[in-house]
């Protein structure tokens, strides 16, 4: 606080004022560790690129904008053109939500400020090569105080899709991860199904980690 006092006098003329050491003294503190929250933010944007599906895995990931999949049904429906156009998330043009875009509507709903659904809870579908879970997380778009119970839901859903097998958050897999599904409907922002564990029809795009062109 030496230096404040010197600055006081040097600028200001004036001494510098003892109650304002409680207002400032934590503003000057280095923080150790950023917030939370910005850390569960980073967390979905984790993708390492590989050769098949046993190397590379991603926590968010989309669909290209031609397959016009926007529930978990059509993404069922049409699995092999979905698996084919699945990719890591980023942005893809200026039309398109970016990962920070979706990343920042799951904050506001963490935060207990969207309203939400979560459909179809504990269902799968069959298919030959193994099971979809059909759980699916509706976002809507109107603004809604949640209470802590609701926010329990949304945590569990992401954690269910994010780190199905491991009790430590901080180890990322490829056997963990959510799709975003955007909506054509002004009343929804977009659902968020979990990823099929199925190694079917992945673009070679997708592992690469790059981005096709749609």
């Known amino acids: 606080?030496?230096?404040?006092?010197?600055?006081?006098?040097?600028?200001?003329?004036k001494d510098y004022p003892e109650?304002?050491?409680?207002?400032?003294?934590?503003?000057?503190?280095?923080?150790?560790?950023?917030?939370?929250?910005?850390?569960e933010d980073i967390s979905l944007l984790w993708f390492t690129p590989g050769v098949d599906h046993t190397s590379s895995g991603s926590m968010l990931e989309c669909l290209g904008k031609g397959s016009e999949i926007n529930t978990i049904q059509e993404y069922i429906d049409n699995f092999e053109q979905a698996q084919q156009s699945?990719?890591?998330?980023?942005?893809l043009s200026e039309e398109y939500l970016s990962a920070v875009d979706v990343i920042n509507?799951?904050?506001k709903l963490?935060?207990?400020?969207?309203d939400f659904h979560i459909e179809d809870e504990?269902?799968?579908?069959?298919?030959?090569?193994?099971?979809?879970?059909?759980?699916?997380?509706?976002?809507?778009n109107q603004k809604l105080k949640l209470n802590e119970r609701a926010k329990e839901h949304i945590e569990k859903f992401?954690?269910?899709?994010?780190?199905?097998?491991v009790l430590d958050k901080k180890v990322r897999n490829n056997e963990g991860g959510l799709i975003w599904l955007p909506a054509w409907d002004e009343n929804i922002i977009g659902r968020l199904i979990i990823q099929p564990d199925l190694d079917i029809g992945y673009s070679e795009d997708y592992w690469n980690g790059e981005q096709p062109e749609y």
């Open 1 to 13: 606080m030496s230096l404040l006092r010197q600055l006081f006098r040097q600028k200001i003329g």
């Open 86 to 91: 699945r990719k890591w998330f980023k942005s």
């Open 122 to 140: 504990s269902m799968t579908w069959s298919l030959d090569d193994g099971d979809i879970d059909k759980t699916t997380l509706v976002i809507y």
């Open 19 to 39: 109650d304002l050491d409680d207002i400032l003294f934590h503003l000057l503190r280095k923080e150790k560790h950023p917030p939370v929250q910005l850390l």
């Open 110 to 114: 963490r935060d207990g400020n969207l």
């Open 105 to 107: 509507v799951l904050r």
């Open 158 to 165: 992401l954690d269910e899709g994010m780190y199905p097998s």
